[in-house]
């Protein structure tokens, strides 16, 4: 009798402790957030062709156009048939700044004994042309640490503009590397707010003006001449993330996107205000990948589980069209070809991915495991040169059908969190601890 009394309280306990599980996980699906479905009102034949740049030159963070796109042609990335040569291997100190160029001349940047150094190297032999240098704590902040934006090259004004992780902005001579101004985003002129992990957003080039992201009250983002530096006007009060501004054209009209700590804009540079917002917040303000911008339509990646959104820009205003959780990229920036976007996925909790994605729904086509957490991809020749966090190099098909390799090598050890940089048919890459290595991409 007693044996069974317990018996039967135990099968009790078991289908109480059942439904409590079960009415928890119903509370939880209940309570998660739901993510908007929809497509873009595009077809893939709509989709603009990305602005590409000319022969010979990456003159900036992520290109020339901000896009990931080469225009370099008659390159060897068929690497199963012939692996890429090294050329040459130097030492530029630690930081995540880029690779920008023009010809066989090029600009990055690093930090060694508490100071940033500009250099300029030829891009032939790995030389130093000429260096430029100026007191800046390394400051790790939970990476390597070092200056974390890539030199911005003016063609017009044969000018050199770089960011310390400080806020100081210095343009330099792009033949000499002679100083001509500088000015510091944390001055009374723009009272900028310094991110938590460093000021890392690049400038752009504007017309005649230099845009910057001070991230002050009034100077989210800011106009300069950039002859000498001086303020011709700032807009926004929105605490600035480490995205770079983009430039886009809508109707026929020139503005500038960029996205913030906790939120998305757009700004009429012309006449001097913001044009829409829309919130966008992401755990510890890591806001960090550049958007994509096609045909009224801009795309947006986070990490730290936030994942994408695609809005249409309309009447002044963001309008979702889409959530996707597939589409976590912490700082690393997808790019747009052939209508698809491709993008490594992945941050400090979730392994990298390669992932081929349809920007009009949001499909996921396919995805590729990668080594590491993070990684960067560009594009050339129509295809995809993918960067692991690890250096390995791999060379794969732009194609929405599947993941199509056609060969990889490792490029450099260490951690690697800037995007490679093509120019004059060559490659090349730097890990985080300052190492820069050049690959010959020439067909022979």
């Not at 896009?67 to 630690?94: C, H, Q, V, Y």
Request: overall charge neutral; proline content about 4%; some cysteine.
């Amino acid at each position: 009798m007693l044996f069974g009394l317990k018996f039967r309280k135990s099968i009790f306990l078991k289908i109480i402790g059942t439904l409590i599980i079960v009415l928890a996980s119903f509370l939880i699906v209940s309570c998660s957030e739901k993510l908007k479905k929809g497509s873009a009102e595009i077809t893939l034949d709509q989709i603009n062709e990305v602005n590409m740049p000319e022969s010979g030159q990456w003159l900036g963070h992520f290109g020339s156009n901000r896009n990931g796109m080469s225009a370099e042609t008659n390159l060897n990335i068929d690497w199963f048939n012939s692996e890429p040569k090294r050329l040459w291997k130097i030492e530029i100190g630690t930081g995540v700044s880029g690779i920008s160029g023009y010809d066989d001349r090029l600009f990055s940047m690093g930090n060694m004994n508490d100071a940033d150094t500009v250099y300029s190297i030829d891009g032939n032999d790995g030389s130093i042309l000429w260096k430029y240098s100026y007191s800046c704590p390394l400051d790790k902040r939970m990476f390597e640490g070092g200056p974390a934006v890539t030199p911005l090259i003016d063609i017009k004004r044969n000018q050199l503009y770089t960011l310390s992780h400080e806020g100081t902005l210095n343009c330099l001579d792009v033949e000499t590397g002679n100083f001509k101004w500088k000015t510091s985003y944390q001055s009374e002129v723009f009272n900028g707010r310094r991110p938590t992990w460093g000021f890392s957003c690049s400038p752009i080039l504007y017309g005649e003006d230099l845009i910057i992201s001070p991230g002050g009250n009034q100077s989210t983002i800011a106009g300069l001449n950039p002859i000498d530096g001086s303020l011709k006007w700032s807009q926004g009060k929105s605490s600035i993330g480490y995205s770079s501004p983009i430039k886009l054209s809508l109707s026929g009209s020139d503005y500038i996107a960029q996205l913030n700590s906790d939120s998305l804009a757009l700004y009429d540079v012309d006449q001097n205000k913001v044009i829409a917002t829309t919130d966008w917040p992401t755990k510890y303000g890591v806001n960090a990948s550049i958007p994509i911008y096609t045909n009224s339509h801009i795309l947006v990646t986070s990490g730290y589980g936030k994942g994408g959104a695609l809005f249409k820009i309309d009447n002044q205003k963001f309008n979702l069209v889409y959530e996707s959780k597939a589409l976590t990229c912490q700082f690393q920036s997808p790019i747009l070809v052939g209508g698809f976007v491709y993008a490594i996925v992945g941050d400090n909790d979730t392994k990298a991915k390669l992932v081929c994605m349809n920007l009009i729904d949001g499909k996921i086509m396919w995805s590729e495991s990668l080594g590491g957490n993070r990684g960067n991809v560009i594009s050339v020749q129509g295809s995809l040169i993918v960067l692991t966090e690890r250096g390995e190099v791999i060379s794969c098909k732009a194609s929405p059908e599947s993941f199509q390799e056609m060969g990889r090598f490792q490029a450099v050890g260490g951690r690697c969190w800037s995007p490679p940089t093509i120019c004059n048919s060559k490659l090349f890459i730097r890990n985080n601890a300052g190492r820069l290595v050049c690959y010959n991409l020439k067909k022979n």
